[in-house]
């Protein structure tokens, strides 16, 4: 029976409270604490920090307050905002779904970029915990 635990490997795939770079080493990270209740800072939520870092840059810079882009840059950006806005609000919700577009391109990038960071070497996807 496979068991994740005893593979050489399984510390690159599972969540751990240290965060592994490469020129700088070993980062341990901390742990919150609000009263009795206790906040762990995983690499998990380090990356869904970054993931939230990249997608509220990517949104402040297409209002038009960022650099200009290049030609092929901006259009695989307006091919995302078209498929989430035709494809996922005006199909799933309806002629008022275009209200719900700014919230559902942030979401959709979001996860695009959390899945994303999972590529990336010594990244991480979040996963979905059981319990």
């Known amino acids: ?17 240290t ?5 700088v080493g070993e980062i341990h990270l901390p742990t919150l604490h609000f009263g009795r209740y206790e906040l762990p800072i995983t690499k998990y939520v380090v990356m869904m920090w970054v ?5 509220s840059w990517w949104r402040g810079s297409r209002r038009g307050g960022g650099a200009s882009r290049p030609v092929a840059c901006t ?9 989430v806005r035709d494809e996922l609000a005006r199909k ?7 209200r719900y577009v700014p ?9 695009l970029f959390c899945n994303g960071l999972g590529l990336v070497p010594y990244g991480a996807r979040p996963r979905r915990t059981s319990g």
């Open 19 to 23: 965060l592994e770079l490469p020129f």
């Open 103 to 111: 919230y559902l391109l942030s979401t959709f990038t979001f996860i």
């Open 75 to 83: 259009t695989s950006l307006e091919a995302i905002v078209v498929f």
């Open 92 to 98: 799933n919700i309806g002629p008022h779904g275009d």
């Open 51 to 55: 993931a939230s870092a990249l997608v």
């Open 1 to 17: 029976m496979f068991k994740p635990d005893e593979t050489v490997s399984a510390h690159h795939v599972l969540d751990s409270r």
